[in-house]
């Protein structure tokens, strides 16, 4: 697959997938491989694919560059549009957002405007936290699911039960076509959460068919997870707002606020989207952010970080507001924290905060295992536990591996692994982070986000001097005593002179710094861990195969002399469930559902999740060995 191919609509490519005879299908996996290779690329914006000499299949995108109907692709053989062609050039192509994000709306307050979380969870930056005393009432009663949403549910939680037993392996275009077409019905049903999570499994089979060095099997196992528990509670009847999602976002009235740069973070969507988001801080703690994420990619990515900030006729950039503040009158604010800019909205710039001395300070006094834990009990303020953004001040220790370790600057705090808030080699994350590990024992102002499927893991966004700290970072007056680390590059000149560098605690001399220690690689559990993603790269029969090779002590022992019986007779329950095919007298399934198995690949995978967790909890409260 080719991203320079208009991208296609999830539902146009389900009904070219399901339109082909069975014998047809068969032929598809083969007909798509390589047919990229092949496009041109013409000069009115179509692309046309050549197969043989009397098939050509035409593209040709809409205004938005987004295939998004039948007649926008065509065959000129004989079979068109039913052909094997026409679905292997769609297939080809790259998956369209089914919601594609828009420009920050302009809407009235109490205005519903579309959402850009699409592009936003595919980059992993989350627009900010819910705003003070807007949260929704729990005591409200949720109203049923409609027979359309318990439908289009249970079509979701079949298509994903197929696409598990089938994994990887077999996880071709027929299988993907299923879970586009069930994903397209949960979509019209208003089920966008599980229409989304349908898309991730899709991307995910596809990266990992495709052999993509992006591909991690953890991902698609833990997409998985969501897609199979998102449709399985709501196919039971539970109308849970949180799986139902919303594909509009409410904007209210906010009133008058004034708001402080925290910082901004370059977003970079899989799906070809990219931008920026700003976040903000009130004096009285609430979170806020402005995000501007429109189609561009990389390119747009780094360029959004100086764009005009489109609210309230404000003047500022995104770069300066990062660091500087508004004043706005007649505000209209998502439950999420977003700055909407509708027409009444009034924006007057204000001068900047540092960190030390202004709304922010507080995110710094707290230990980071307290904000962690909170995070993880879902008790603080954040809307989205992914997304919050934490501080915390750390003495840098040196690199290890493929990330930084530091030390939290409080008695018995523990090592802490730095990782980049996004890998692309293109933004500069990692070479900041690299160059930062060149310097042990600087003293450093840390703002990032907790990875919470890692053990002590941070990924920071912004950095900047300790005040007090002689040996610290050295930045321009202008920066206001921080560094965006997906924006600015950090310089010699912004790191103290070596001579002012602290004497090396007793014991300590030259070479690799010692890697800490982490809870989740010393656990038995990654054998459960090992088998559910057994189970995605090669279907039901994999998990069969490897449970019958192994005797039930010599596999799940370990888990239960460790005490994790639970997570041990999950995984003896789906072993069990994979190798059961009960067939009849004349050798046929007695029970060709797969649901049975996908239950129990669910529990084992959800108690897996849980019991992780608790370890990455307990990692950011262990004290380094002195």
Aim: charged letters at 20%.
């Amino acid at each position: 697959m080719s991203t320079e191919l208009p991208p296609v609509a999830p539902e146009v490519l389900a009904e070219a997938v399901e339109n082909l005879t069975a014998r047809l299908r068969k032929k598809l996996d083969d007909a798509t491989a390589g047919c990229a290779d092949g496009a041109v690329h013409e000069a009115d914006g179509s692309v046309t694919f050549r197969f043989g000499e009397d098939a050509v299949v035409t593209l040709r995108p809409g205004p938005a560059g987004t295939v998004t109907e039948a007649g926008q692709a065509t065959c000129t053989c004989l079979l068109a549009p039913r052909c094997l062609h026409r679905a292997a050039a769609l297939g080809a192509a790259p998956l369209a957002d089914a919601a594609p994000p828009e420009p920050e709306p302009a809407p009235e307050p109490s205005a519903a405007v579309p959402t850009q979380a699409g592009a936003e969870a595919q980059a992993g930056a989350g627009p900010g936290t819910a705003v003070s005393g807007d949260p929704a009432d729990p005591a409200k009663p949720v109203p049923a699911l409609n027979p359309a949403q318990l439908g289009a549910a249970a079509a979701l939680w079949h298509a994903a039960a197929e696409a598990l037993a089938a994994g990887v392996t077999a996880g071709g275009a027929v299988v993907q076509a299923e879970l586009l077409r069930a994903a397209h019905t949960a979509r019209l049903a208003g089920l966008p959460r599980g229409e989304a999570a349908a898309l991730r499994v899709v991307r995910g089979l596809r990266a990992a068919r495709e052999r993509r060095t992006a591909h991690r099997l953890g991902d698609l196992t833990g997409s998985f997870r969501e897609l199979l528990h998102t449709a399985g509670v709501l196919a039971s009847g539970a109308a849970d707002p949180a799986l139902t999602g919303t594909s509009r976002r409410a904007y209210t009235a906010g009133g008058s606020l004034q708001v402080h740069g925290l910082c901004r973070e370059p977003v970079l969507s899989a799906t070809g989207y990219g931008g920026v988001v700003t976040h903000l801080l009130a004096p009285d703690g609430s979170r806020y952010s402005i995000s501007d994420v429109r189609p561009g990619g990389l390119a747009r990515a780094r360029g959004a970080g100086r764009a005009s900030v489109a609210l309230g006729g404000a003047t500022l950039d995104h770069a300066g507001l990062a660091r500087g503040g508004l004043r706005i009158v007649g505000a209209t604010v998502s439950a999420e924290g977003r700055l909407g800019a509708g027409r009444g909205v009034k924006a007057t710039p204000l001068p900047g905060a540092a960190w030390a001395d202004g709304p922010a300070a507080p995110l710094f006094a707290r230990p980071a295992a307290e904000a962690v834990a909170a995070l993880l009990a879902g008790t603080a303020d954040a809307a989205d536990a992914e997304t919050a953004l934490i501080g915390c001040d750390v003495v840098v220790v040196g690199a290890a591996g493929d990330h930084l370790l530091v030390h939290e600057a409080r008695p018995d705090a523990p090592l802490l692994r730095l990782l980049p808030a996004h890998p692309h080699p293109e933004l500069p994350h990692t070479e900041n982070l690299r160059r930062i590990a060149s310097y042990p024992g600087l003293h450093l102002r840390v703002l990032g986000r907790p990875d919470l499927d890692r053990a002590a893991t941070l990924r920071p966004v912004a950095v900047g001097p300790v005040a007090g700290e002689p040996y610290t970072l050295r930045l321009p007056e202008e920066w206001l005593g921080r560094a965006d680390l997906g924006y600015d590059r950090l310089q010699g000149s912004h790191f103290p002179p070596p001579d002012a560098a602290p004497e090396p605690a007793a014991g300590a001399g030259p070479g690799p710094v010692a890697e800490a220690p982490d809870p989740l690689a010393d656990s038995p559990l990654w054998r459960v861990r090992r088998l559910l993603e057994t189970g995605v790269a090669g279907g039901r029969r994999a998990v069969a195969e490897a449970a019958r090779g192994t005797a039930p002590q010599t596999a799940y022992g370990p888990l239960r002399r460790a005490g994790l019986t639970a997570a041990a007779d999950l995984a003896a329950a789906l072993a069990a469930e994979a190798d059961r095919r009960p067939r009849d007298a004349f050798g046929r399934l007695a029970d060709p559902s797969p649901d049975g198995y996908a239950w129990a690949w669910l529990a084992a995978a959800t108690h897996l999740a849980a019991a992780e967790r608790s370890l990455v909890a307990a990692s950011w409260t262990a004290a380094t060995p002195s």
